[in-house]
């Protein structure tokens, strides 16, 4: 499936296949959106799939807002099409919203 993300009541919805190959621009979109919105959520629970070189682009992305000061929150922890991703990447994006720590 084609990769799209939707605005959904202030919730980034992305859905669709979620590679290394769309993974750098889905990950320069956000940067702008934090640049005109601020704090951005982006929910993943309607990924059908992700791969470890989107894990790693998203991080960035976290990198980035926290740099900015800013805040991404990541939500669809629970979509078990993309668990293995992050279990893959040994990074846990949720996490870092529940710490606080860089998104």
Not at 7 to 25: D, M, P
Not at 35 to 61: P, Q, T, Y
């Amino acid at each position: 499936m084609a990769l799209s993300i939707k605005e959904n009541n202030r919730i980034f919805e992305v859905n669709g296949n979620l590679s290394a190959s769309n993974s750098y621009q889905v990950r320069k979109y956000f940067e702008i959106m934090l640049k005109m919105n601020g704090n951005i959520k982006v929910s993943l629970e309607n990924l059908d799939s992700m791969d470890i070189g989107s894990v790693f682009e998203l991080k960035a992305l976290a990198a980035f807002a926290s740099r900015q000061g800013k805040t991404v929150t990541f939500i669809g922890s629970k979509n078990k099409k993309i668990q293995g991703a992050f279990l893959g990447s040994g990074c846990d994006l949720f996490s870092f919203n529940h710490l606080k720590l860089s998104a």
